[in-house]
Structures are given as structure tokens and as C-alpha cells.
């Protein structure tokens, strides 16, 4: 007998497929970081951040991108510091809580990457140019998530995470940043 002819007992009920991976696009990510100026003191310094996650269950990776140009100086002599990282995040969402449209999460994460600066000084017309090597980062870190879900599958993410990121060259070494992620899940 198929269920076409199979009275409303015999049926079986459909079941929701879970999807298996969601996906998360961040868009806009401002981050502060705080580096050893010249005089000494903690400067804080803008990066811009972008970054896309993949996450199953309590797991996530990220992978991510901040690049940073800044320069100081007169018409005379002036440097130019270009700073560009790209590293690979591993999250555990150790803290789950989801009511529907609503999912929040805590987690823990831990990062490796590489990252460079090239500097360039100018004086007059003459400039000099060093391409850093690409060296070893590395960090860890704590955040929050909240994912509003305006459909079945999609919706927005707001996050904000506090890390502490290692490197060679790094002053203070760690170094302090603060991160806040509005992106898109799907």
C-alpha cells in the first residue's frame, strides 16, 4: 500500500533536515589594537578586518584578513607602514543557547597566521623600501555571538571578541585587541 492510499496513522510525519554547516560572511569588523609608540605609549590602531567562518555544531573556523596603512612625517621625510595578517581560527562554542529566531553562543578561540609590514621612507624624492618577512602569529582569545535567524537558514551575526595576539616583532608582545563582527549567516 503506498502513502498516497495510507490513512493519516500509517504516515510518516516529515522530519526537518538539520543543515549540517552554516556559513558566516562578516562585512564589517572593526577591530582596536594597542602597539608601543615611539614616546612609549599603548597607540590604538584601526585594522580593517574581514573574515567567513564556517561552523558545525559547537565548532567553527575562521579565516581572516587585517591590513593596516599608516603614515607619519613631513613633505620632507615620511614613513609609510603598510602591516597586512591573514590567519586561520579555530572556535569552540562551549556556551550554546538557542530559542527561536534567537541562537547565542560564548566561545573560546585559538588562531595562527602570518603577518607583514613593509616600510617605506621617503626623503625629498629618494625612498627606500623594506619588505618585512612574512613571520609566525599567533593568539588566542574569548567571544560572544548572537545570530538572529530571519529566515530558516538566513540572518544576521553580531559578535565581539577580546584576544590577546603573539608575534616576533610585536610591542608589547602580547598585543591587546578588541573585536566587534556584524556579518551575514547562511
Known sequence: MGLAHASPEERTPSVP????????VYFINPEIRYERGEDQNLDQKQPHNYS?????????????????SES??????????????????????FLN?????????????????SYQEIITTRLGNQSITDNGNHELMTGLGVGTDLAVLALRDFGFVLGI??????GRDFDPNPQMS?????????
Open 17 to 24: 533536515v538539520k543543515k549540517s554547516f552554516q556559513f558566516q
Open 52 to 68: 567567513v567562518a564556517i561552523r558545525r555544531d559547537s565548532l567553527s573556523l575562521l579565516l581572516e584578513t587585517a591590513n593596516l
Open 72 to 93: 607619519t612625517g613631513n613633505p620632507a621625510l615620511q614613513v609609510d607602514r603598510r602591516y597586512e595578517d591573514y590567519s586561520l581560527w579555530g572556535r569552540l562554542h
Open 97 to 113: 543557547i538557542q530559542k527561536e529566531p534567537f541562537r547565542w553562543s560564548l566561545y573560546a578561540t585559538l588562531g595562527v597566521g
Open 161 to 166: 571578541e577580546g584576544r590577546l595576539l603573539f
Open 178 to 186: 578588541a573585536l566587534l563582527r556584524m556579518g551575514l549567516q547562511f
